[in-house]
């Protein structure tokens, strides 16, 4: 036997000890990460805002940590290093999915992300409190 075998010309030269063999492709299904989980919505009733709110409410999407973690560090403190709120307003705007509110008029109509800004203090505050899941003091 001859130690001189030629080599078959259909196999790939030998890899040289110094390269690195190339990395394996990982092992994806056709669709992995092109979903996203569908988001817990959350509805929260406007009827502790008073007469002729009742009927009315908000569609949220529950908040994420991550929505919490930018909520945790200010971005616009004033000199006291208070929160001016528009924190709480554009955390309540990002969650927003759909609502109806009651108008001057009397009228209900479906609201948009953009009418929280219309809102006193005290009902932002019920909002963001019972879209975190803290529970009222008064129960």
């Known amino acids: 036997m001859n130690d001189e075998t030629p080599l078959d010309p259909t196999l790939e030269p030998p890899m040289n000890p110094t390269e690195t063999p190339p990395a394996a492709e990982p092992a994806m299904t056709p669709d992995a990460h092109s979903h996203h989980l569908k988001p817990r919505l959350k509805h929260v009733s406007l009827g502790f805002m008073g007469d002729g709110w009742d009927a009315c409410g908000i569609d949220f999407r529950a908040l994420r940590f991550s929505d919490l973690a930018?909520?945790?560090?200010?971005?616009?403190?004033?000199?006291?290093?208070?929160?001016?709120?528009?924190?709480?307003?554009?955390?309540?705007?990002?969650?927003?999915?759909?609502?109806?509110?009651l108008f001057d008029d009397g009228s209900t109509a479906d609201l948009s992300a953009e009418d929280l800004d219309q809102l006193d203090i005290e009902s932002i505050t019920e909002l963001s409190r019972q879209l975190t899941g803290q529970v009222s003091p008064n129960a």
């Open 70 to 101: 930018k909520f945790a560090a200010p971005t616009n403190p004033d000199a006291s290093g208070a929160n001016d709120g528009s924190q709480v307003i554009d955390l309540l705007k990002s969650a927003f999915i759909s609502g109806t509110g």
